[in-house]
C-alpha cells in the first residue's frame, strides 16, 4: 500500500504595509494583506513564486488550485517559496469593506473604488516587506491574471516570468455588461442580490455543452414550496441555487463589488497608450498566456490577442476543456504542464 502523502504545510499571516495613494488619488490611510506562504525562502530571497487568485478566492491556494502546490509537484515547496496573498478589497483578512475605515467601523459600501493597478502595488508593498526584490514567477488566472499582467507592467524589473490563465488585456463592452448587472443586483438587495449576482457570474463561468451535458432540462424531486400550481424545479436551478447559497455563506456582498467593479476597469491601454502593443511594450520577464478553448466568459480570441500583443517570445497555448471559463482551476493536469513549461524557460 502506497503511503498517503504528508500534509502540505503553509503558514497564513497578515502584514501591515502602512499607507496607499490610489489611482482615483483616494488615500487607504492603513492597509494589510493576508497570506499564505509555501516552502521556505531562499537566503538570497531568489526563489519566490506569487499566485494571484481570482474573483471571489483567497489566499488558501492549495484549496481552489489543488494538485499544483507541494513537494514534487508543479509549485514545489522543496524548490520553491510560493506566496498567495488575499486581494486588496478583498474580505478574507485583507484590507477591505469589511475592515475598519478611519472613524473605526467598517467601511462597508464607502470603501473607496480600486482598480487592478491599486491591488498589484498593495501587493509590491507585500513583496518589500518579504525582502523578495524580483518574483521567478507571477502566475494568475482570470482576476489573478489581470492581475498578474499588471504585476509585469507596473514593475518589469521586478518578475522574471509571468503566467497568465483565461484573463485579457482589458475587459470589454459584454464582460463589463455581465459586470455591471451583477453588482446592480447587489445594489437592489445586498444578500439576495449576491446569490443572483453568482448564478450569473457561474453562467458566464461554465459553458453551455457542459450545463446540457450534465443537467438537460431534468426536473428535480424536491421539498421547496411552489410558486404556484405546477410549479417545476429543474435541476439546474438546484445546482445555481446552491451555488449561491454557498457564496452568500462566505462572501462579503461590498467586496463583490469592489472586485467586480475593478475588473470591469482593467485595461493595460489606460495611460498608457491605445495601441495594444506599445501599451505592453514594457512589460517584464518571458509570458505564457493560455485560453481556454471553452471560454465564453474571456473567449480565446480576446486572450489570443493579449499574447499576440505581448513582446515577442511570448508563449500562446489553449486549454482542452468543456468546462468553460473555470477549465483553468479544473484541468489541474494541464496547467501543471504549462506551469512546469514556464518555469523552465
Known sequence: MTAAAPPLVHRTTTAQLGSLTLE?????????????????????????????????????????????????????????????????????????????????????????????RDTVRAELLLADHLGIDRWQAVLGGSMGGARALETALLAPERVARTGVFAAPAYSDADQIAWGHIQVEAIRTDPVRGLGIARQIAH????????????????????????????????????????????LVSRFDPDSYVTLSQALMD?????????????????????????????????????????????????????????AGH????????QVAALIGELLAS
Open 266 to 322: 482593467h485595461d493595460v491601454r489606460r495611460g498608457r497608450s491605445q495601441d495594444l502593443r506599445r501599451a505592453l511594450a514594457g512589460a517584464g520577464g518571458r509570458f505564457l498566456v493560455a485560453a481556454v478553448s471553452s471560454d465564453r466568459l474571456y473567449t480565446p480570441a480576446q486572450v489570443r490577442l493579449l499574447a499576440d500583443s505581448l513582446p515577442a517570445g511570448t508563449s500562446f497555448r489553449t486549454i482542452t476543456s468543456w
Open 24 to 116: 482615483t488619488g483616494a488615500v487607504l490611510p492603513s492597509v494589510a494583506l493576508a497570506y499564505d506562504t509555501y516552502g521556505t525562502l531562499s537566503p538570497q530571497a531568489d526563489n519566490a513564486i506569487l499566485i494571484e487568485h481570482a474573483l471571489t478566492g483567497d489566499s488558501h491556494a492549495h484549496e481552489w488550485w489543488p494538485g499544483l502546490i507541494g513537494p514534487g509537484l508543479p509549485l514545489d515547496t522543496d524548490r520553491w517559496f510560493v506566496v498567495c496573498a488575499n486581494v486588496l478589497g478583498g474580505c478574507s483578512g485583507s484590507t477591505g469593506p469589511l475592515t475598519a475605515g478611519p472613524d473605526g467601523t467598517p467601511w462597508g459600501s464607502a470603501f473607496p473604488r480600486i482598480s487592478i
Open 326 to 333: 473555470d477549465g483553468f482551476l479544473t484541468e489541474s493536469g
Open 203 to 246: 453562467l458566464t463561468y461554465r459553458a453551455d455543452a457542459e450545463l446540457n451535458h450534465r443537467f438537460g432540462a431534468r426536473q428535480q424531486t424536491t421539498d421547496r414550496p411552489a410558486e404556484e400550481p405546477g410549479d417545476r424545479y429543474y435541476t439546474i436551478q438546484s445546482y445555481l441555487d446552491h451555488q449561491a447559497g454557498k
